[in-house]
């Protein structure tokens, strides 16, 4: 349990985390009794504490322990910053015995307030379900928190974001087998049952197919599990308001089908659900939050796994929109059911934006990391306003071209347009973009390409441990509510 409170100090159990910067050397204190602050000063000075950034340090005032926790030049402190610097005191062995701590901002913000909350729940995130040691081994983040700083109103949708960031990695991070379409169609229905502001449309294979989703059908045609499309419309505003669309890439697996991903690539191709997971995240948090926008949340969800019916490379495909397809790579596969799902919603519903995510492409870790997602638009208002809502929640997104000779790439000597480009790998990630590009017309429209920044292999990255890093639920669920 998270919780704000103003008191300071008052808990006989807890361990107080100190957050400070380097101002904590000219004796720049948080509390505000005097006589707490004095002995405060004594402590952090006998252990030469500084407040660099990086140091933590323990010491003692009274009866209790105090962790000092350094975050650096207070200018150069970034949302990022706080939130690896309070995971790694929340996950510290000083507090491993504790139930509950008490975390003292360096200043009373909610900038620095809302990355605690989010260290305090997304920070301490781990995947365990299938661990079976013992219990206080797998559970490392069922401490109380308190975060010392006066409640604000919005300190409860940074929690109810923050717990839906970890929802979705829950979906993300169960195997391929568990979240397949049939149960994330379940999810959905769970999630809007009773709601009354929100519609659900369910294309099942009958349904895909009389509407000639030829792309999507195509990708999970060797796969023994159900496609779907799942729709839920809400309304938080009147009838006449736009709509906004968000599209999710929701490949439960990705093998890459008869292009089959090698190893060392397929490992964690469970993540390729990562865009339709942040999507059902985003529906929960715009009922939970009730966001005051209509909203289209759509997923398109299909596995791409090899049998004797597998799509083959090759072979020309009829969209949606009906252009034909050349079919180039059985990997490309995310970019073929989203241009269904993406013509659908344009022809059908006419939102005046939409948005899509999607673990789109190997080229985008090439080209940014795995630190940063990249963005590709159409719409220089809609892009502009996605970067402010990235750098308000520090979900680091970076916007990478879109021009109109990339058309070339993607030619085809057999269809009207193919699955790769003929850059031979080459600016992947706009030459992918540019393919769904094709099939949005002038609907503003972005696209975010995770595949960088939705997995974390191996160690821990920034402040995210192994897994789903549930990312673009926090840029988007500020874009939604600032925009
Ligand atoms: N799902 C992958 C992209 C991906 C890569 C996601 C790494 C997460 C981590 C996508 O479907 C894919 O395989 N893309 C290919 C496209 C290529 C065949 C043109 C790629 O990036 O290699
Ligand atoms: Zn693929
Ligand atoms: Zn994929």
Redesign the pocket.
């Known amino acids: 349990m998270i919780k704000v409170r103003p008191e300071f100090g008052f808990d006989r159990s807890s361990v107080i985390v100190l957050v400070t910067s380097e101002q904590v050397k000219a004796g720049k204190l948080p509390s505000k009794n005097k006589a707490l602050d004095q002995e405060l000063g004594k402590a952090i000075r006998a252990v030469h504490f500084e407040g660099g950034n990086g140091e933590m340090v323990t010491t003692v005032v009274g009866e209790k322990a105090v962790l000092l926790v350094g975050l650096g030049k207070e200018n150069e402190i970034s949302r990022t910053a706080i939130c690896v610097a309070v995971r790694r005191a929340l996950l510290s062995a000083h507090l491993k015995k504790v139930s509950s701590v008490e975390i003292v901002p360096h200043r009373d913000a909610a900038e620095t307030v809302t990355p605690i909350i989010e260290a305090s729940i997304i920070g301490v995130y781990a995947w365990k379900k299938y661990v079976s040691s013992k219990k206080e081994e797998r559970v490392p983040d069922k401490k109380d928190v308190y975060v010392v700083a006066v409640p604000r109103d919005e300190y409860a949708g940074v929690m109810r974001v923050a717990e839906n960031v970890n929802f979705a990695r829950d979906l993300v991070n169960d195997n391929a087998d568990v979240t397949h379409s049939l149960y994330l169609e379940k999810v959905v229905r769970g999630i809007v049952r009773g709601e009354k502001n929100v519609s659900l449309e369910i294309l099942d294979r009958k349904k895909l197919q009389a509407k000639k989703f030829g792309l999507l059908l195509a990708v999970n045609q060797g796969s023994n599990k159900e496609p779907r499309v799942l729709l839920a419309r809400y309304r938080g505003a009147g009838k006449k308001a736009p709509y906004i669309a968000l599209v999710g890439k929701g490949?439960t697996f990705?093998s890459?089908g008869l292009?089959l991903?090698t190893t060392g690539?397929i490992e964690?191709?469970r993540?390729?659900m990562s865009g339709a997971a942040a999507v059902i995240a985003l529906l929960k948090v715009a009922l939970e939050l009730k966001i005051k926008r209509n909203i289209i949340f759509a997923c398109a969800i299909a596995e791409n796994a090899i049998d004797a019916n597998a799509y083959k490379p090759g072979d020309v495909v009829i969209s949606y929109s009906g252009k034909s397809v050349e079919i180039g790579?059985t990997?490309?596969?995310?970019r073929l059911v989203l241009a269904d799902l993406l013509s659908y919603i344009i022809k059908k519903d006419r939102p005046a934006q939409v948005v899509d995510i999607a673990?789109?492409?190997?080229?985008v870790?090439i080209a940014l990391g795995h630190d940063y997602t990249g963005m590709v638009s159409n719409n220089d208002v809609l892009a502009e306003s996605l970067l402010k809502s990235a750098s308000a929640t520090d979900e680091r997104t970076w916007r990478l071209p879109n021009y109109p000779e990339l058309k070339e790439a993607i030619k085809s000597k057999t269809a009207d347009i193919k699955n790769?480009s003929n850059w031979r790998?080459a600016g992947?990630t706009i030459t992918?973009a540019e393919f769904l590009r094709q099939f949005v017309g002038d609907t503003p429209w972005a696209h975010l390409d995770i595949?960088g920044t939705?997995?974390v292999e191996n160690d821990a990255r920034l402040y995210y441990g192994h897994g789903a890093t549930g990312v673009g639920i926090r840029l988007l669920s500020h874009y939604l509510q600032n925009s």
């Open positions: 490949l990705d890459g292009n991903k690539h964690t191709m993540c390729d790579n990997d490309a596969e995310g673990t789109l492409t190997g080229s870790v790769i790998g992947g992918a595949a939705a997995f």
